[in-house]
C-alpha cells in the first residue's frame, strides 16, 4: 500500500471546493507563479523547462501544542516528547568531531557532491558543510609532512581521526597540504543558501527564457572565457544546488549585455542591468561569508561583467578573488596532486581568470597587482584543458586559442607592471634594457599568433579575438609611454632626438588604437570583450588630446584633434546603433572637453611659444589652459580620480617640450 501510494505522490489530489481544477505543483507554489498544467498527469511549463516532474506535497497542519506556564513541572517533560517543536543549536560543531577527509575521494567542489562519509539527515553532510581546507604555508608543510608520515591511520577507540592535515602532493621537497578550518566565523552563522533567493528572482524575470540565457552565456562568454565547467549550466539538477546560486546569479547578470543580440530579445525589453546587478553583487557578498571554490568562480564571472557600475567594487572584488586563490591553493600547479583530471583543469583555469583580471585590471584602474610572478607556478591551460570533452566547432576552438594567447600576454603585461608601481625605481640604463626585452617578447608573442587571431577577418568571428587585439595595442603603448618617461628623466643634450623619437613611437600606438576600432564591424562588436578595455580607449583619446595641446607642430595637432573628433564620432555611433556599451565611459569623459577645443588643440586667447624657453630641461610644457578646461573628476559612478592622471598616464613627468 506503501509502494504504491509513493508512485503516485506526483500527481494532485482532487479539490472539488477550490476555483482550479487541479492545484499548482510544489515548484510554482514556492516561487508564487501560476501553474499551467492542463491535467492529470502532465508537467507544467516551469517543470519542463527545468528537466523535473511536477510534485504534490500532501498538506499537513502541524499538531497545536498548549503552552502550560513556566512553573508547570510537567513542561520540559511535555517538551521533550514533542520532537517535532525541538530546535537544534548545534550550528558549529566541534573539529573533532569530522573525519579527516580522503584526497583521493574529496572534492573541491562541494557544493554539487555529497561529502564521503556522511549520513544524509546529518547537518555536516550539507552542499557546503561547516569546514573547508586552508593550505599550509611552505615554512609549515615540510614539517607537518614529516610528523604526517608517523601518525597512526587507526585513532585511539571513542574518538575520530585527529590528523588536522591532508596530503594532496607528498613531494618531499615541496609537500601540498591543507588543515581543516571553520569556513565562516565562529559565532557568526553561514547562510547555506547564499544567493538562493536572489537565482529565484532572477529566473523569475526571465521566466521562462532562464535556460536560454544559460545558453546565452555559454555561446558568447564562455569560449572565450572558460573558467566554468560547462556541465554545470546545462545540468538543471546541477542549478538547482544551493552552492551554485550566487554563481548562477552572475551567470544570469554577465549575459543580460548580450540580450539584443539574441532571439529572446523579441518582443520583450531588455531586464534592468543595473538592479541584476545589484542582485548578483548582494548574492556573492552572502556566499563570501563562507567562500569555497564555488565561490572563487563566481568572483571571476562577476568581474568579467558589463556595464561597470562601481569601479572601487570591482577593485575590492578583485583582490578579494586574488586572496581567497591563495587560502585554497589555487596558485599551486596541480598536474601532480591526488585529485580528478577535471579537477585539475578547473583549478588550472581558475588561476588564469584570476591572473587575467589582476594584471589588466590593475592597468585600467591604476592600482598595484595584487599577483607576483614568483608566487605561483600554474602552467598556462592547453586547449584540452579549455574545451569540453567531444567535438566543437572551429570558432568554438579558435576561442579557446585566443584565451590562451591572452594568458601568454598577461605574463609580458606582468613585466610591465613594476615599470609603473615600483616607488623606489630603478636606474635609467636598467629600465631602458627591461623596455628592450619586454618588446622584443611582445614581438615573439605578435609572430607566434595564427592568423585568424593576429588581423580581423571580415568573414568570421572569433569571440575574443576583438578584444585581444585591442589589449595587445594597448601594452605596446603603455611601453611607449614608459619609454617616453625614461628618456625624459636622462636630462641630456642627446637624449633630445631620442625623446622626439619616442614621442612620434608613442603618437603611432594610440593612432593604431583609433586604426583598429574603427575598422570594427557590428558582429565584432557583439563578440566577447573585457570589461577593462572601455577604459583603454579613454587613454588612448587622452593622449592624443595632449599631443595636441602640447606640440609645437600645428600639422600634428590638427591631426590629433580630427583623428579624436572623428574617433568620439564612431563611438557615439557604436553606442546608439550597436548598443556596444564598452564606449560610454569614453564618451562621457572627452565629450565636453573635445567640444571646447579648437581644431588645432589651441586656446583662444593664449599663443603658443615659439622658441623653446632659455632652461630647456627645468621647463615645464604650458598647462595653465589644459588644468582650467579639465573637469574636476573623472568617473562615471563614484569619481574615482581625476582625469588629470590619464593625460599624465602614472604621474609621469616629463621634461621635454613636444
Known amino acids: 500500500m506503501s509502494q504504491a501510494a509513493d508512485n503516485f505522490s506526483h500527481l494532485p489530489v482532487s479539490r472539488p471546493y477550490r476555483s482550479h481544477k487541479i492545484r499548482a505543483c510544489d515548484a510554482c507554489r514556492k516561487r508564487k507563479v501560476r501553474c499551467d498544467v492542463e491535467s492529470i498527469g502532465n508537467n507544467c511549463q516551469l517543470c519542463r523547462e527545468q528537466g523535473k516532474t511536477c510534485q504534490y506535497s500532501v498538506e499537513q497542519k502541524p499538531s497545536r501544542v498548549r503552552r502550560l506556564p513556566p512553573s508547570d513541572p510537567s513542561l520540559g517533560e511535555r517538551q521533550n516528547n514533542t520532537p517535532g517543536l525541538k530546535r537544534s543549536h548545534a550550528l558549529i ?6 573525519n579527516t577527509p580522503d584526497p583521493a575521494t574529496q572534492s573541491w567542489e562541494s557544493s554539487r557532491m555529497p561529502r564521503h562519509g556522511l549520513a ?16 599550509v604555508g611552505p615554512a609549515v608543510s615540510s614539517d607537518a609532512h614529516v610528523l604526517e608520515q608517523y601518525m597512526s591511520p587507526g585513532s585511539p577507540e571513542g574518538r575520530t581521526s585527529d590528523n588536522p592535515y591532508s596530503v594532496y602532493f607528498s613531494d618531499p621537497s615541496k609537500p601540498i597540504l591543507y588543515k581543516k578550518v571553520p569556513r565562516g566565523r565562529v559565532g557568526l552563522s553561514i547562510n547555506d543558501n547564499a544567493g538562493v533567493k536572489q ?3 532572477f529566473e523569475q524575470i526571465l521566466y521562462p527564457n532562464a535556460s536560454q540565457i544559460r545558453e546565452l552565456y555559454l555561446a558568447k562568454i564562455h569560449p572565450a ?6 556541465n554545470l549550466l546545462k545540468d538543471s539538477s546541477a542549478n538547482q544546488s544551493r552552492g551554485s546560486a550566487a554563481l548562477l546569479c552572475d551567470v544570469y547578470a554577465s549575459s543580460l549585455v548580450y540580450w539584443n543580440k539574441a532571439p529572446i530579445s523579441a518582443g520583450r525589453s531588455r531586464p534592468d542591468q543595473r538592479y541584476a546587478w545589484n542582485l548578483a553583487v548582494q548574492a556573492l557578498a552572502d556566499d563570501f561569508l563562507g567562500p569555497d571554490l564555488s565561490t572563487l568562480q563566481a568572483a571571476i564571472v562577476e568581474l568579467n561583467g558589463r556595464p561597470v557600475y562601481s569601479i572601487i567594487g570591482n577593485v575590492v572584488n578583485n583582490g578579494r578573488a586574488v586572496a581567497l586563490s591563495y587560502s585554497l591553493g589555487v596558485n599551486r600547479n596541480p598536474s601532480q596532486w591526488i585529485i ?16 587575467i583580471h589582476d594584471r589588466w585590471g590593475s592597468f585600467a584602474h591604476g592600482t598595484p597587482s595584487n599577483i607576483s610572478s614568483k608566487h605561483y607556478d600554474v602552467p598556462i591551460p592547453s586547449v584540452e584543458m579549455l574545451i569540453p570533452s567531444g567535438s566543437v566547432s572551429v570558432e568554438h576552438r579558435r576561442s579557446s586559442e585566443s584565451f590562451i594567447a591572452l594568458c601568454h600576454l598577461s605574463e609580458i603585461l606582468g613585466q610591465a607592471l613594476p615599470l609603473i608601481y615600483d616607488l623606489e625605481g630603478q636606474t635609467q640604463k636598467d ?6 626585452r619586454i618588446e622584443a617578447d611582445l614581438d615573439k608573442w605578435e609572430d607566434a599568433l595564427p592568423d585568424y587571431l593576429s588581423s580581423t577577418s571580415p568573414n568570421a568571428s572569433i569571440s575574443g579575438s576583438s578584444s585581444l587585439r585591442l589589449c595587445f595595442l594597448s601594452l605596446k603603448m603603455l611601453i611607449c609611454r614608459i619609454s617616453l618617461h625614461n628618456v625624459s628623466q636622462q636630462g641630456s643634450t642627446e637624449a633630445i632626438e631620442a625623446y622626439r623619437f619616442r614621442q612620434v613611437e ?9 586604426d583598429f576600432i574603427t575598422s570594427l564591424k557590428t558582429f565584432q562588436l557583439a563578440e566577447f570583450w573585457l570589461p577593462y578595455t572601455a577604459y583603454y580607449l579613454t587613454s588612448t583619446i587622452t593622449l592624443l588630446l595632449r599631443f595636441a595641446v602640447e606640440t609645437t607642430e600645428d600639422s600634428v595637432a590638427e591631426t590629433c584633434v580630427s583623428r579624436v573628433k572623428m574617433f568620439t564620432s564612431w563611438l557615439r555611433h557604436a553606442r546608439e546603433v550597436d548598443d556596444w556599451d564598452l564606449a560610454e565611459d569614453c564618451l562621457n569623459n572627452c565629450e565636453g572637453i573635445i567640444a571646447r577645443m579648437t581644431d588645432n588643440g589651441r586656446p583662444h586667447q593664449k599663443a603658443v ?18 588644468d582650467a578646461t579639465l573637469p574636476v573628476y573623472y568617473g562615471p559612478m563614484d569619481g574615482s580620480g581625476q582625469i588629470r592622471d590619464l593625460w599624465d598616464m602614472f604621474g609621469f613627468d616629463e621634461q621635454f617640450p613636444v
Not at 629600465?431 to 628592450?436: A, E, L, P, V, W
Not at 608613442?506 to 583609433?514: P, Y
Request: hydrophobic share 35%; charged share 30%; with cysteine.
Open 199 to 201: 537565482r529565484e528572482i
Open 120 to 135: 544524509n539527515d546529518d547537518p555536516r553532510s550539507s552542499d557546503k558543510g561547516r569546514h573547508s581546507l586552508h593550505i
Open 225 to 230: 572565457f572558460p573558467i566554468l565547467d560547462e
Open 93 to 98: 560543531h566541534d573539529s573533532g568531531s569530522l
Open 431 to 436: 629600465t631602458s634594457k627591461f623596455i628592450r
Open 609 to 626: 611659444p615659439e622658441t623653446p624657453p632659455a632652461n630647456f630641461f627645468e621647463a615645464e610644457p604650458p598647462n595653465d589652459w589644459l
Open 506 to 514: 608613442s603618437r603611432c600606438a594610440a593612432q593604431a588604437i583609433v
Open 340 to 355: 580528478s583530471p577535471c579537477e585539475k583543469a578547473l583549478r588550472t583555469r581558475l588561476w588564469w581568470g584570476v591572473l
